[in-house]
């Protein structure tokens, strides 16, 4: 069974700051990294994904992976309140999605 | 735009009814799954489909069923409803057929109650 973690917060950054989310997982055999958005009574949106190593952008998010040390991580620049939801980290490989528990980010003007 | 359409948004259901859950997206995906999410426990596979009546079991399925009539509909039976599958239901699909690597993309969910 593949375990993905993730500390379930709530991580509070000011308004404006850098948002650095984490997660990390068993199964080496992974292939395919994801990270969603879940606002409070919503379903999961997805924001990015990820299959290589090293970071990949998109406006203001970046994701980070390092295969190596099994930890896959989300950057969120000039955080927004309307950032604050929960954020999911999920992964694949020869089974499909399996998600973590998500890191509630709490962004306070 | 992808689009996932659950058909309910809110169930109330009594114990021991049979349940049905559809699900219909618009974008010819091959792939689609259900799975539940409960406080503390995130979200779970129930079952997933990559091929009009096929399926296959996730890390859930004890007390459900699934149906694919149709490549666009997927439908989640609970045959006989209990109180410990009151749940957030939630529908995904995705685009390349019997691939794991694609994202998914979800319904609104199904907030079913049972009592």
């Known amino acids: 069974q593949k375990e993905v973690e993730q500390n379930s917060g709530p991580l509070s950054v000011p308004e404006g700051a850098i948002a650095s989310l984490n997660c990390t997982y068993s199964?080496?055999?992974?292939?395919?990294f994801f990270w969603y958005r879940q606002y409070s009574g919503k379903s999961p949106e997805l924001i990015m994904f990820?299959?290589?190593?090293g970071d990949k952008e998109d406006g203001r998010f970046t994701a980070q992976l390092n295969k190596a040390s099994q930890y896959v991580s989300l950057l969120i620049r000039d955080s927004q309140p309307s950032d604050s939801a929960t954020y999911l980290c999920?992964?694949?490989?020869?089974?499909?999605?399996?998600f973590g528990k998500g890191t509630r980010l709490s962004v306070i003007a | 735009d992808v689009k996932v359409t659950q058909s309910s948004r809110y169930l109330v259901k009594r114990t021991g009814e049979k349940v049905f859950l559809e699900c219909v997206q618009d974008?010819?995906?091959?792939?689609m799954f259900w799975y539940r999410q409960d406080p503390g426990l995130g979200l779970r596979l129930i079952y997933f489909?990559?091929?009009?009546?096929?399926?296959e079991k996730g890390d859930i399925p004890e007390g459900y069923s699934v149906s694919r009539e149709k490549k666009e509909r997927f439908s989640l039976i609970l045959e006989s409803a209990s109180t410990n599958q009151t749940s957030m239901y939630l529908c995904?699909?995705?685009?390349?057929?019997?691939?794991?690597?694609?994202?998914?993309?979800f319904g609104n969910g199904t907030r079913l109650t049972v009592t």
């Open positions: 995904a699909s995705s685009f390349i057929a019997f691939s794991y690597n694609s994202p998914l993309h």
């Open positions: 489909s990559y091929d009009v009546k096929m399926k």
């Open positions: 974008m010819d995906h091959e792939n």
């Open positions: 990820i299959y290589s190593n």
């Open positions: 999920a992964l694949s490989g020869n089974t499909p999605l399996v």
């Open positions: 199964d080496r055999g992974s292939q395919s």
